[in-house]
């Protein structure tokens, strides 16, 4: 069988923002392609009526697995870890396994012991590096990840697996930069380039709120400026708590060195030693308006 048919039933087990926005990316840039979901009833309903999945289960996940190529697991961290040991059980033997989780060390270390090397399902993990302050089905969009990093964790070499090989071809489809990786180094990297903006925004954004006054000031004379420092600001916690819980030590090294950042310029504020600052600020933006 070509590498491209090995994948041609797709089980997505999350059907919100990440989940629905994958399924909804297959339905338009692959083909023969069945795709199936996995959530509360009225979330998978949704999912089914904006066209992002032909086949809906709620409830038992046995069934939902039963003939699945690809299983994508798009559900919070803390959900996947207590759910894999039922996949593990549960998906077919020549079945490709792979999450979207945040961070990366937690759930590679579990699937490690749940998913044999051999003789059954295959486990990647994976991090689609896209997403919106606004969860749910209902945000959910075929162009989500289109332009945008998605890390693989592991050796490229993984690739010889034909099943791996064909979900990259998939991931290509869709529009994504595969970037293969470890899951330390990952986990690293998000929490100075995703997680570390996150918090933040919130701190800002709370800082702010805490002062506004009968007036709304200072938030009234405020410009698009802050509306677009403060977006992330906008995604609620319950997307973004079991990310931190499962980065703790990156997050907390990364928050006293920017507290030091913090620091530093507070003293240079009466000199003109900040034009260092912006001219590196400057070309990071650079950078990541090149990528």
Same mark, same amino acid.
């Given at each position: ?20 926005? %994958?399924?909804?990316?297959? !339905?338009?840039y ?12 009225e979330?998978?309903? @949704?999912?089914?009526?904006r ?14 697995? $039963? ?9 919070p ?28 060390? $937690?759930?590679? @270390? ?8 051999? +003789?059954?399902?295959f *486990? ?20 989500? *990840?289109?332009? #945008?990093?998605?890390?693989?964790i ?7 697996? &034909?099943?791996?090989?064909?979900f990259?071809?998939?991931?290509? /489809?869709?529009?994504? $930069? ?15 380039a995703?997680?570390?903006? @996150? ?15 009968? #007036? ?19 995604? &609620? ?9 499962? +980065?703790?030590?990156v ?9 030091? $950042? ?15 600052? %912006?001219?590196?600020? +400057?070309?990071?933006? /650079?950078?990541? !308006?090149?990528?």
């Amino acid at each position: 069988m070509a590498a491209g048919h090995l994948i041609s039933r797709v089980t997505v087990l999350g059907t919100g923002l990440i989940g629905g926005s %994958f399924a909804l990316a297959l !339905r338009k840039y692959t083909k023969d392609m069945h795709v199936a979901g996995w959530d509360r009833a009225e979330t998978v309903r @949704q999912a089914q009526t904006r066209g992002a999945i032909e086949e809906a289960f709620s409830g038992e996940l046995a069934p939902a697995l $039963r003939n699945a190529d690809l299983i994508y697991i798009a559900l919070p961290i803390a959900a996947t870890l207590d759910l894999l040991p039922e996949i593990a059980r549960h998906a077919p033997s020549h079945a490709l396994v792979t999450d979207a989780c945040s961070t990366k060390v $937690r759930i590679t @270390q579990a699937a490690s012991e749940l998913f044999p090397v051999a +003789n059954g399902p295959f *486990f990647l993990g994976g991090h689609p590096m896209a997403g919106r302050e606004l969860a749910g089905i209902a945000s959910a969009d075929a162009e989500l *990840f289109g332009g #945008n990093t998605y890390a693989l964790i592991g050796a490229s070499s993984l690739q010889e697996d &034909p099943r791996v090989s064909a979900f990259v071809k998939i991931l290509e /489809k869709i529009g994504t $930069r595969p970037l293969w990786l470890g899951a330390p180094q990952h986990d690293y990297a998000v929490g100075l380039a995703s997680h570390l903006p @996150q918090l933040a925004a919130v701190a800002l954004a709370g800082f702010l709120y805490d002062r506004l006054d009968e #007036n709304g000031l200072p938030i009234t004379l405020a410009g698009p400026g802050l509306r677009d420092s403060l977006r992330l600001a906008g995604s &609620p916690y319950s997307t973004w708590r079991d990310i931190v819980l499962t +980065n703790q030590e990156v997050l907390s090294a990364a928050l006293d060195l920017f507290a030091r $950042r913090l620091d530093d310029l507070r003293e240079r504020l009466a000199s003109r030693e900040l034009e260092a600052d %912006f001219d590196a600020a +400057n070309e990071l933006y /650079k950078l990541l !308006r090149s990528l």
